[in-house]
């Protein structure tokens, strides 16, 4: 019979966790501070620790893996006794700024567990030398509030596209023959496209980790004939946004089969203000009614075959839409090699700031005040 011993730590000093706990209530921070312990007692704090209830938070650490985290099975979101530390940065699993860790061996990790108050999953930002494999990725991309943008992967088996300076994609830096994008795909007052060359680009796009978000913009169409999954990193805009475009007349999605995480709306597409945009074809309509909702602002009933825009088709939407729930998922098993650098901390001040060019509302602040607003007006309206 396995024994579980719960300890309850509302903000973890790790070298003052009793031995032998299952079970943690309390948030984790690992980073730069010269008052954490060896890691060895780390190791050995931490090796029998399945569940977690709070967060952690690993940044500014001098970690080359974290396999002392490879017997976690589950965490959920809870704010747990006097700490500060999930409410202020928001994520369950935040692991940002470690400029030495190149893989995680998360090898027993099944739950994610998210709440209204997290503000994203597994968050994963500004780790240079830290690669996935396609199956962890996989695995990510099945819970809510993912969130890696420009991840690396290990020995990939597709063209996987980032780029070093954390920008969007955009119709000038999208490098020939990309299959999956790590980031959106934003044009944004984007003026004197070539549209060949552009198109060029789109047609072997399979995935997308992120949201395509067209404003005020030039484009004349945008079609993704092979594109079949968007993972939509940003939760405050639909999946699809397109809004101001004047010459915008024609979309393709004739293979989008897979929005693992929507976010705040129902929206796979919303369109508002592109006057050429009057019709789709079937297929695309066919498979975008599938996923979710159709908004268009100002076209009544053509856009799609004459079904009314706004409206969801007579079916059930849940299988479509990630639950608010919990998440889960199993990772594939990898060999955790010896972490021998020196355990590092946070600090007394809390987790890193959320101010980094990673924030995606405040990069496309303008579009997001934008559709906030007709949001607005639509609900006062009705």
């Not at 998360?106 to 108050?117: A, D, H, N, Q, R």
């Not at 830096?173 to 999956?180: A, H, L, R, Y």
């Not at 650098?341 to 959320?354: A, D, E, F, M, R």
Request: glycine residues 4%.
């Amino acid at each position: 019979m396995k024994i579980t011993v719960d300890c309850y730590c509302p903000l973890c000093e790790l070298d003052k966790l009793p031995d032998n706990c299952t079970t943690i209530h309390g948030h984790i921070q690992m980073g730069l501070e010269s008052t954490m312990p060896p890691f060895e007692i780390i190791e050995y704090k931490l090796q029998n620790v399945t569940t977690i209830f709070g967060c952690i938070t690993i940044a500014n650490s001098g970690f080359t893996t974290l396999s002392i985290l490879s017997n976690l099975e589950t965490i959920q979101y809870s704010q747990t006794g006097n700490s500060s530390t999930c409410s202020s940065y928001g994520n369950i699993i935040t692991i940002a700024k470690n400029s030495l860790l190149r893989r995680l061996y998360f090898t027993s990790l099944k739950k994610v567990i998210v709440s209204k108050k997290s503000e994203y999953g597994i968050y994963l930002v500004d780790n240079p030398s830290l690669c996935l494999s396609e199956n962890e990725l996989e695995q990510f991309m099945e819970t809510e509030k993912f969130y890696a943008p420009h991840i690396r992967i290990c020995d990939p088996t597709r063209n996987y596209c980032r780029l070093d300076n954390f920008d969007f994609f955009d119709e000038t830096n999208i490098p020939t023959g990309c299959q999956v994008l790590t980031d959106s795909l934003v044009l944004n007052g984007t003026k004197d496209i070539n549209e060949t060359d552009f198109q060029s680009r789109l047609n072997d796009i399979e995935q997308i980790m992120g949201s395509i978000i067209v404003f005020e913009s030039d484009v004349v169409s945008l079609r993704f004939p092979n594109l079949w999954r968007i993972y939509n990193y940003q939760p405050d805009l639909p999946v699809i946004f397109l809004q101001d475009n004047p010459y915008l007349s024609d979309i393709e999605l004739s293979n989008l089969s897979s929005i693992p995480y929507f976010g705040k709306y129902p929206d796979v597409l919303f369109a508002f203000s592109n006057p050429l945009l009057t019709q789709l074809s079937l297929d695309t309509c066919e498979n975008l009614y599938k996923l979710g909702q159709i908004t268009i602002g100002e076209i009544a009933d053509s856009i799609c075959d004459n079904r009314t825009s706004s409206a969801l088709p007579n079916q059930d939407q849940s299988q479509n839409h990630t639950t608010a729930t919990s998440s889960e998922f199993v990772v594939e098993t990898g060999k955790g090699g010896s972490n021998s650098t020196t355990l590092s901390s946070v600090g007394k001040s809390g987790p890193p700031s959320n101010d980094t060019k990673d924030n995606l509302n405040y990069r496309v602040f303008k579009p997001t005040f934008s559709f906030l607003m007709f949001y607005l007006l639509k609900f006062v309206m009705e």
